[in-house]
C-alpha cells in the first residue's frame, strides 16, 4: 500500500501484519500497533519526543542484567504489573484476589523446612513473627500436600542478596501443606525498602514527586498440580507506604492482620514485644508452574 498521508499509516501497518500465522500473535500485533499510532495522534507526538522515548527503551534494556530488571520495575512502577495481575487472576479480575507480584527476588531451591520451624538462618534482630496460613481451593476445600515457598526482607530492609551480613537463604523456607491445607512458620517481622532509582524508573519518580518505597510484606508461593501456580505478597497493615507503594501492589485482600502481643510467646526463648499473622490463600483451577526466578 503506498501511503498518501498520515491517515494511511495504520491501516498499511495492520495490513502487513494481518498475515501473521498464530492467531493470538496476530491479535495482539494488532492491538498494539492501533493503540500506538492511536497515543500518537493523541498527544501528537513530536519527533524529539519519540527519540527521547526510544532513548529511554533503549536504556530500559541496558540496566537489565541477571541481578537487575529495569523493564519489569517500570511495568510495576506504571501499574501494569498490578494490572496484568489482576487481570488474570480471581476469575479473570471478577473476584478479588490473594494473588500479587513475583517481585524481583524469588529464588529457586528455597531449603526445605518443617511445619513450624523457622526460617530465620542467620543472626536478625527484629521482633518475632509466627505466621500460620491456610491453603483453600474456590470452592473453600483445604488444599493439601502443596509446596509452599516463603522468603521476605529483614527488619532493616534488605533481601539475604543484598545484605552480607545474612547467611545465604536467610528468611527463605519452603513448605508442605498438611491435610486441612495449613503451613507455618517463624520468622521476624519485615520492614519496607526502597526500589532501585538509577535509571529510568528513578527518573520518572523524581518528575511526578512519588517515593520509590515498597510497604513491609511477606512473599508466597503456592506450588500444587491441578492449580494455577499461586503468587502473592501479604503486606503489613500499619506501614505508612500502603496507600502510596511505589508499585500499586497493595489490594485490599492482601492487606494482613499483624497482631502485636507482648505476653507469653507460642516459642519459649521470645521475650518483649512479638507478633502473630493469620492468612487464608484461594487457589484457582489450573496449570501448575514455575516462574523464571528473576535473579541468579
Known sequence: MIIKSQADVTPAVLEAYSRIDDPRLREIVAALVKHLHA?????HLTEEEFHKGAAIVARLGQLTNASHN?????????GFSALVCLLNNGNNGQTETTANLLGPFWRLNSPRTENGG???RSPTPGPMLFVNCTVKD???????????DVWHSSPEGFYEQQDDSQADMNLRGKFTTDRQGRF???SVKPAGYPIPITGP???????AGRHNYRPAHLHFLIFKEGFKTHISQIYVQDDDKLDTDVQFGVT?????????HTGPAPAPDVSGEWFSLDQTFVVEPGVAKLPKAPID
Open 39 to 43: 497515543f500518537a495522534r493523541e498527544v
Open 70 to 78: 529495569e523493564v519489569v520495575l517500570m511495568g510495576g512502577s506504571l
Open 118 to 120: 523457622s526460617i530465620v
Open 138 to 148: 474456590t470452592q473453600g476445600n483445604p488444599v493439601a500436600g502443596a509446596e509452599v
Open 184 to 186: 507455618s512458620f517463624r
Open 201 to 207: 524508573v528513578g527518573d520518572l519518580l523524581r518528575h
Open 252 to 260: 485490599r485482600a492482601l492487606i494482613g492482620n499483624f497482631v502485636a
